[in-house]
Each structure stands twice: as structure tokens, then as C-alpha cells.
């Protein structure tokens, strides 16, 4: 809960704000993997530096075939004597240029499929043959600032300690820091929406066309309305979900609201975003504001840390494990059979009526 209220306030400058209180992906996940996962000596080369902010991280596990799918995963770990061999090629491998080290996902055993034969590893940003072919910027981030490392592994030599969980366990440990990263990406994006709403009515107070504000006009009220009921609901939401990942201590036992908080926000960037491009007209789409980049993010918070489409499948199985299919040929809101078996139960006849039961 408390992380919830702070992630809100950070979430409004969405950029600096994480960097500067240590709350940026993807640090924050990998230093939850190496909090739970990490030897005392990792902990203290890796973890410590991490949480003081001397040091940046990297995650890598998308690769260039895909990413939602660990099944498409090709980079191999192989064992030779005391240490593994990494070769492969990872894509969108965030802050790989500034980072010390980063966490690898590869595949151990490809016989037994992504849940068993993939591991992760903790692999220095110096080891040789880790090379950077190219750092791929996102919309509205000049080329030269990208820094999604498309990252090739040559025959990359780490010991058998900078294995992170057991061999086979890496879908597991990848897991771990998807709970909480999932969520605190939807506590962040209740701050930048209730910034681009703030925006919104600023704008809408002080620009005048056909004779009255744009507060005035039907539509954009509107626009203001939707955006401040749909914001109340998405935050109460993620301080529900908050709070219950609190009292359960087990991300697994709230995975919808987790999966459905991601959704929403998705859902509400996108919209109260969008609301607040339309009501700024063209210096809504500049530079000049941060609109156009807030409203990348709700493309991103799609698909990263797993596809609304998917989360709105686990929503969707784990709100079915609730029910059981009818008992018969009719639903049990059928009112002709409920009729009939409340008389039964009361021992009364059926009235001669014309409504056919
Ligand atoms: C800004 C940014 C930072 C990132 N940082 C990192 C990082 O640090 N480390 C890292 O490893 N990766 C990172 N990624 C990559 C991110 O993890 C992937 O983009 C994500 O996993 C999706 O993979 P993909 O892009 O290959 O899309 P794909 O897997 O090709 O999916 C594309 C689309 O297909 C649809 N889809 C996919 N699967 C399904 C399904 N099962 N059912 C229905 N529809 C589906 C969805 O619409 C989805 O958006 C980052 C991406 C961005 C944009």
C-alpha cells in the first residue's frame, strides 16, 4: 500500500523520478531476482551497489523472434567443467550500455521446454565476448539516447555460481520479478495519468474558441468527466490490489488483479492520455509537451511484462475457476425452473395462468 502511494507520486515525472529513488526498471526487478536468488557474494558485487545507485543493470531475455514467448527462446547455456558457455543474441535489452551487469535468461536443456529447460544468469557487463551490436531507440527518443541493446553472446565464459535459482528453474525466477514490476508499472501509470488530466483542465480553462473556453463545450466536459471517473476507479483498484498483496504475502493468490491492473492501465495511458493530446490540439502532439511520450508508454505497458491479450486471458480462468457449469439443460437463473421447484418445495400448485412458465 505504502509503495502504491509512493509509486502514484513517482509515477508523475515518470523518467527521473524512478531513477532518482532506485525504482527504475529494470533494476528494480533484477534486484528482487537477486534478492531472493543471489549468493551472499552476488548480493554484495551486484544487490548493494544497485540499491545505493551507483550502479545500473540490465535485463535480457527478449529476443529478436520474439518475446512474449519463452518457447521462441534461442540463446544456449552450455556446461563445460566448471562454467557455462552462453552464445545467442537477446534484443531490447534495456540500459545494456550503462549497465554493470546483466541478468540472462537462457536455455539450459532444450529437450524439456521454456517451464524446465531455461535458466537465468548473472553475467558481467565486461565478460568478453558479451558484444552490443546496436542500442534501438523508441518513438520520440532521439537515436542517438536508445539504449535497448540488441546483444550478442559469443561464447560468453560464467562461472557455474552465476547461475540465479536452479538449473531449469529460470521461467520460475523470471516470475519473481514480474509480480511486483507488473504491478508497480500500473501504480506509476495512476501518476502520469492524473498529471496528463491535470493538463487537461489547465488547458481547457484557459483556451477560448467560439466564444467560450474549451471547459464550456459539451464535449470536452466530456473528455474531463470520463477521464476523472475512469482515474478514481483505476486507483482505487491498484490500491485494492495493493493491499492484498500485503495481507496475502503471495503475488500467485492475486494474479488477476495484477494481470487486470496492467490491463487497465494500458487501457486508461491510452485514454486519458489521448484526451489530453486531443484538448491541446497541435502543441498536444509536439515536442513541447510530454503527451506524446506518455501516450507511447500505453503501447508499451501492452506488451511488456507480458501482453494485455494474455493477461486478459488469466483474468478471464481465474474469474471462471469461480463457477461450475449449470446443472442441467436450463442456467440456474432459469425462472420457469426455479419456479417450479420453489412450488415443489412450498407443495403449492402451479396458478392457471396465460404466462407460460
Ligand atoms: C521500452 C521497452 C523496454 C523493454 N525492456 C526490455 C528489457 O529490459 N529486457 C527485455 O528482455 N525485454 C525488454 N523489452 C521487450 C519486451 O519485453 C517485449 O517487447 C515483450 O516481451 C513482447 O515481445 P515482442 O516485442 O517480441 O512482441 P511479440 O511477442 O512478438 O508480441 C507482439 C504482439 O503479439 C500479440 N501476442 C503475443 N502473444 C500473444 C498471445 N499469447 N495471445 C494473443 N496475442 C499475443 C500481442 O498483441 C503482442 O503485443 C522492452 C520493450 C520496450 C518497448
Not at 9 to 33: C, H, K, M, Y
Not at 78 to 100: L, M, P, Q
Not at 175 to 181: A, D, F, I, N, V
Not at 289 to 317: Q, Y
Request: proline residues 5%.
Amino acid at each position: 500500500m505504502k509503495l502504491a502511494l509512493l509509486n502514484e507520486v513517482l509515477g508523475r515525472s515518470p523518467w527521473w523520478a524512478p531513477r532518482i529513488f532506485g525504482t527504475q526498471a529494470p533494476d528494480t526487478g533484477n534486484a528482487e531476482i537477486l534478492a531472493h536468488y543471489g549468493t551472499e557474494e552476488q548480493k554484495a558485487a551486484y544487490l548493494q551497489p544497485l540499491l545505493e545507485g551507483e550502479i545500473v543493470s540490465s535485463y535480457s531475455m527478449t529476443e529478436p523472434q520474439g518475446g512474449s514467448d519463452p518457447g521462441v527462446f534461442k540463446l544456449r547455456a552450455e556446461r563445460d567443467g566448471d562454467e557455462w558457455v552462453i552464445n545467442g543474441t537477446k534484443f531490447f535489452s534495456s540500459n545494456a550500455r550503462y549497465a554493470k551487469f546483466l541478468i540472462v535468461m537462457a536455455v539450459t536443456n532444450p529437450d524439456v521446454g521454456p517451464y524446465n529447460g531455461i535458466s537465468m544468469f548473472v553475467v558481467p557487463a565486461d565478460t568478453p565476448g558479451l558484444r552490443i551490436e546496436r542500442n534501438i531507440a523508441v518513438y520520440g527518443e532521439p537515436d542517438e539516447e536508445g539504449s535497448h541493446g540488441l546483444v550478442q553472446y559469443e561464447n560468453v565464459r560464467v562461472p557455474a555460481a552465476a547461475m540465479l535459482g536452479g538449473e531449469g528453474q529460470g521461467f520460475q525466477v523470471a516470475q519473481t520479478r514480474l509480480g511486483g514490476g507488473r504491478v508497480h508499472h500500473a501504480m506509476r501509470a495512476v501518476g502520469i495519468c492524473a498529471r496528463a488530466l491535470d493538463m487537461m483542465c489547465e488547458r481547457a480553462l484557459s483556451r477560448h474558441t467560439k466564444g467560450s473556453l474549451l471547459a464550456d463545450k459539451e464535449s470536452v466536459q466530456g473528455y474531463i468527466a470520463d477521464s476523472w471517473m475512469e482515474l478514481q476507479q483505476f486507483r482505487l483498484f491498484v490500491l485494492q490490489t495493493a493491499w492484498k498483496i500485503d495481507k496475502y504475502n503471495d503475488y500467485a493468490r492475486v494474479r488477476e488483479d495484477i494481470a487486470a491492473s496492467k490491463v487497465i492501465a494500458q487501457k486508461l495511458l491510452h485514454d486519458v492520455v489521448g484526451r489530453s493530446i486531443q484538448v491541446h490540439g497541435a502543441l498536444g502532439a509536439s515536442n513541447e509537451l510530454n503527451l506524446c511520450r506518455w501516450w507511447m508508454m500505453s503501447w508499451i505497458t501492452g506488451f511488456s511484462d507480458g501482453p494485455s491479450e494474455v493477461h486478459k486471458r488469466t483474468v478471464a480462468r481465474q474469474v471462471l475457476k469461480q463457477y461450475q457449469p449449470a446443472p442441467g439443460l436450463w442456467p440456474t437463473e432459469h425462472l420457469p425452473t426455479r419456479r417450479a421447484e420453489a412450488r415443489r418445495k412450498l407443495g403449492v400448485e402451479a396458478p392457471a395462468s396465460s404466462v407460460p412458465e
